[in-house]
C-alpha cells in the first residue's frame, strides 16, 4: 500500500506518467530543487523525516524506509 501510494505521489509531483519499484530516486529528478521539492511532498503526505539523501535509493528502498519510520 505505501509503494502503490508513494508511487502515485511520485508521479503526481513530478508530472510523469510511470515509476517502477526499481526506478532510482534521483534519476526521476532534473536537479537538486527538484529532489528537494519531491522529499517535502513525500515527507508532508507520509507524516515522516527524510533528509535528502533518498536520491541515491530506489522507490521501492524508499518505500521501505517510510514503512520503517
Known amino acids: 500500500m505505501i ?3 508513494l508511487i ?3 508521479c503526481e509531483a513530478l508530472d510523469i506518467e510511470n515509476v517502477e519499484e526499481e526506478t532510482s ?3 526521476l529528478v532534473d536537479d537538486e530543487f527538484e529532489l528537494k521539492e519531491l ?3 513525500v515527507e ?5 523525516e527524510l533528509g535528502e ?3 541515491d535509493i530506489t522507490v521501492g528502498e524508499l518505500a521501505e524506509k517510510i514503512a520503517e519510520s
Open 44 to 48: 508532508s503526505e507520509f507524516e515522516v
Open 53 to 55: 539523501e533518498i536520491g
Open 3 to 5: 509503494l502503490e501510494n
Open 8 to 10: 502515485a505521489l511520485i
Open 25 to 27: 530516486v534521483g534519476s
Open 39 to 41: 522529499v517535502q511532498a
